[in-house]
Each structure stands twice: as C-alpha cells, then as structure tokens.
C-alpha cells in the first residue's frame, strides 16, 4: 500500500512538473514573441516619421508655386501656353505631379489641348474663390457657362495642421 500511495505522488509530482514546464514554455515564447512585436511596432513608427520628414523635406525645398493662390494658377497657366508640360506640372502637389503629366500628356494626344486651353484662359476662368485661409477653388466653365472642372489650390500642411510651406500647391485639377 505505502508502495501504491508513493507511486501515485510520484506521478502527482511528475504531472506538475510537466505542467509547471508546459507553462514556463508558453510564458517565456510568449514573452519573447511579444517583445518582438514592441520592437517591430517601434521600428515600424520610426520608418514612417523618416517617410513624413522625407515628404516634408521635399516641400521645403520646393520652389514652384506663390504665396497667392491665382500668382501660382497664372504661373501654371504661362506654363501650358509654352506648352511645358513638365513646368506646368511642378505647380501640383508633389505626390500627384505624375499624375496630372500623365492626364496633360493624354489630352494633347487626344486633340483636346486647345479646347482645354480655351476654358482655363476665358476671363472670367481667371479667379476663384477662398473655401477657407488654406484653400481656393476656380471653378472652369466652357462656353456655354457649364462647370468642366474646378482648380484647387491648397496650402500643403502636415499631419498636425501646420503649413510645411507658404507656397499654393493645386491639388485637383
């Protein structure tokens, strides 16, 4: 019987042990893998505020456009009469200037320049209006007085709602 009893706590023994080590393995993999996790997360976070700081580095030291939202769109506008289509595109938002060459370079091979160029420089396609201190819009209209598109013109601010330049930038186009 003593043999029996000492049997069963051996085994009583010998199961919390495999336990306490099942525990100890889970605790210290998961310990591991969510230090892991912190240290990918802060990585990650450092990577994009080095990409903010790069994409606002790139407006700093951007050069084209005014301090006046209508000084920047007569800027633009001088650049299509030249037909410089890379000039004219350095007046958008740096991250959508590929775009709006894309969409320029597609409406001169479409035939549609010259009516294009008749809307933007008809008088009273000259001024617009503030929607807000950061935001002009000029609303372009053909002949026949209906809205074709409208220009808009923004102050490029960061994540924070601070300028990163005092230059209009046209955003849509």
Same mark, same amino acid.
């Given at each position: 019987m003593k043999n029996l009893f000492s049997k069963i706590q051996s085994r009583k023994i010998l199961i919390l042990i495999v336990f306490l080590l099942i525990g100890l393995i889970f605790y210290f993999t998961y310990r591991h893998f969510s230090f892991k996790k912190i240290v990918s997360f802060k990585e990650t976070q450092q990577e994009i505020l080095n990409q903010i700081k790069k994409e606002e580095e790139k407006y700093k030291n951007d050069n084209y456009g005014a301090t006046d939202p209508l000084k920047t769109y007569k800027l633009f506008l001088e650049a299509l009469k030249n037909n410089? $289509? &890379?000039?004219?595109? !350095? *007046?958008?938002? $740096? &991250?959508?200037?590929? !775009? *709006?060459?894309?969409?320029?370079?597609?409406? !001169?091979?479409?035939?549609?320049?010259?009516?294009?160029?008749?809307?933007?420089l008809r008088e009273e396609n000259q001024k617009g209006e503030y929607i807000r201190d950061d935001w002009y819009n000029i609303k372009i209209k053909n002949e026949k007085k209906e809205v074709v598109t409208t220009v808009v013109l923004k102050i490029i601010k960061d994540f924070e709602g601070k300028p990163v330049s005092n230059l209009w930038k046209i955003v849509e186009f």
């Open positions: 410089d $289509i &890379d000039l004219a595109v !350095k *007046y958008f938002a $740096i &991250d959508n200037q590929a !775009k *709006y060459k894309e969409l320029l370079l597609n409406i !001169k091979k479409s035939g549609q320049w010259e009516k294009m160029m008749n809307d933007l």
